[in-house]
């Protein structure tokens, strides 16, 4: 769980200060891949922040399709899914322009989307490749200090690993992989 609190902290520190309320959306996209799934995930995270940290986001968690321009409300996208991911080239565009205006977006592969995403943000970004963030990177070094991200679904025997694209300097996407990080944070009656 704190590995996305880092995110939230890292990235809308300014956000939460300029508006007082910080909301974040679920990206719907097209391909069948389930980007509705985890439901309760944020939700449980945003008041684990909200009480621990003294944010105040909103537990409010809109879906917000990837082309459209309400995408530019929310400083802080989460996507998650098991499985194919089509982003047209409107949507790519988008999604693109969103990112370099100051939003960021974290991919959490709740199992079976790499093969898909890693294609999709190509379109997005064809110049700039998702990089691995080693265990000294920011995004594991603020409240807490963590060496790396926690396994939290065994799927099979592959190492959590955290992705990211820089641009302009900028951390701009987080795309964790093999942790599947909202199954850790969903309600525990969901796994039992």
Known sequence: MRILIFC??????????????????????SGGGDYYANPTSLT??????????????????????????????????????????????AEA????????????????????????IRVELKKVFPDISLIELPSNHAIYNQKYTFNGLPKIHEHDEKKAQAFGIVANGRLVCLYTFETDLGDGWEDPQVHN
């Not at 459209?68 to 080239?89: A, C, E, Q, W």
């Open 93 to 116: 565009e988008n999604l693109r322009t969103y990112l370099l205006s100051g939003g960021f977006l974290h991919i959490d592969d709740n199992y079976g989307m790499d093969e898909y």
């Open 44 to 89: 449980n995270l945003i008041t684990f922040c909200n009480k621990e940290f003294g944010t105040n986001i909103s537990k409010e968690v809109p879906y917000v399709e990837v082309g459209s321009k309400d995408l530019f409300r929310y400083p802080f996208i989460h996507m998650t899914g098991h499985g194919n991911v089509v982003f047209s080239r």
């Open 8 to 29: 939230f902290i890292f990235f809308a520190k300014s956000s939460i200060q300029a508006q007082g309320t910080y909301q974040l959306a679920v990206l719907k996209y």
